[in-house]
T-cell receptor
Framework: NAGVTQTPKFQVLKTGQSMTLQCAQDMNHNSMYWYRQDPGMGLRLIYYSASEGTTDKGEVPNGYNVSRLNKREFSLRLESAAPSQTSVYFC??????????????FGPGTRLTVT | AQTVTQSQPEMSVQEAETVTLSCTYDTSESDYYLFWYKQPPSRQMILVIRQEAYKQQNATENRFSVNFQKAAKSFSLKISDSQLGDAAMYFCAYRSASAGNMLTFGGGTRLMVKP
């Protein structure tokens, strides 16, 4: 099992460019998440998908859109990148939305720089 | 909204000794879960230990244990017999029992282990 995979690992964008970060999990999990991690800070939730076909905003959704393409894949799109979106982006998945045993499994992260 | 605070940006410990990382949180809820995650230089987020707020007994996982003080809203992590591989960023996280699987992270503590 690969677990949670993310592509690309690194990306440099110019201000105003768009891009999509891809995430896939092979654990048959129902719930998926996108976080960002800024220097000196913990992870903050951008968007989540509690189950296939649903998506909801997290703590910091402005400037982002998401798509739950199917049960395995959850993408994050930056329509017009801004320097404030320079960060490390993590995708995660969990078996379900509620309950204690729903540990979140994280991908390796994507380091995005917007110049 | 809940907040999680880690007041120690950096900690250092000698190999084989014990270190305690601090975490406090602010919530008005009575039912919730607390977690410690480890993030080594590889950036992979790894769950170290979890605690249910309704359980008085402190959780332990091998060399890792917590001191959960519900009234004080404190959740510290003790690492015994520290090893070089324990060097990493450590994040404390909070999850409400009624808010699905949304995690709120603290700012992290960088742990250095000296040989």
């Amino acid at each position: 099992n690969a677990g949670v995979t993310q592509t690309p690992k690194f990306q440099v964008l110019k201000t105003g460019q768009s891009m999509t970060l891809q995430c896939a999990q092979d654990m048959n999990h129902n719930s998926m998440y996108w976080y960002r991690q800024d220097p000196g800070m913990g992870l903050r939730l951008i968007y989540y998908s509690a189950s296939e076909g649903t998506t909801d905003k997290g703590e910091v959704p402005n400037g982002y859109n998401v798509s739950r393409l199917n049960k395995r894949e959850f993408s994050l799109r930056l329509e017009s990148a801004a320097p404030s979106q320079t960060s490390v982006y993590f995708c995660a998945s969990s078996p379900a939305w509620g309950g204690l045993a729903n540990e979140q499994y994280f991908g390796p992260g994507t380091r995005l720089t917007v110049t | 909204a809940q907040t999680v605070t880690q007041s120690q940006p950096e900690m250092s410990v000698q190999e084989a000794e014990t270190v305690t990382l601090s975490c406090t949180y602010d919530t008005s809820e009575s039912d919730y879960y607390l977690f410690w995650y480890k993030q080594p230089p590889s950036r992979q987020m790894i769950l170290v230990i979890r605690q249910e707020a309704y359980k008085q007994q402190n959780a332990t996982e091998n060399r890792f244990s917590v001191n959960f003080q519900k009234a004080a809203k404190s959740f510290s992590l003790k690492i015994s017999d520290s090893q070089l591989g324990d060097a990493a960023m450590y994040f404390c996280a909070y999850r409400s029992a009624s808010a699905g699987n949304m995690l709120t992270f603290g700012g992290g503590t960088r742990l250095m282990v000296k040989p």
